[in-house]
């Protein structure tokens, strides 16, 4: 059974950074595609960024431009480098992952972690 486990979560002022790592344990099969979700309160979960074993990228438009994911393929591991960060993006940040990119892209992705804070201050 996967078991997908974030870090880095945080209270930061508006403009600043955050890093959140995610790590995938219990299986020896590369994930086809790792990425990230928020959801903020009274809003429904949004995708925010993925990225493939293959090195394909998929950024939201809200993000794109502050937000960098990146992967240690070897390690089954995704991080999400937030920079300039909004008071907007204030959510619980999910990390999602499975072997079906459509699955991640479309909110069905088979495995999730249990989601990490990030609230940014005005």
């Known amino acids: 059974q996967v078991q997908l486990v974030e870090s880095g979560g945080g209270l930061v002022q508006a403009g600043g950074s955050l890093r959140l790592s995610c790590a995938a344990s219990?299986?020896?099969?590369?994930?086809?595609?790792m990425g990230w979700y928020r959801q903020a309160p009274g809003k429904q979960r949004e995708l925010v960024a993925t990225?493939?074993?293959?090195?394909?990228?998929h950024y939201a438009d809200s993000v794109k431009g502050r937000f960098t994911i990146s992967r240690e393929n070897a390690k089954n591991t995704v991080s999400l480098q937030m920079s300039s960060l909004k008071p907007e993006d204030t959510a619980v940040y999910y990390c999602?992952?499975?072997?079906?990119?459509?699955?991640?892209?479309?909110?069905?992705?088979?495995?999730w972690g249990q989601g990490t804070q990030v609230t940014v201050s005005s």
């Open positions: 999602a992952a499975d072997w079906s990119p459509t699955a991640v892209v479309e909110g069905r992705a088979g495995y």
């Open positions: 219990g299986s020896n099969l590369l994930l086809t595609v």
């Open positions: 990225l493939t074993s293959g090195g394909s990228i």
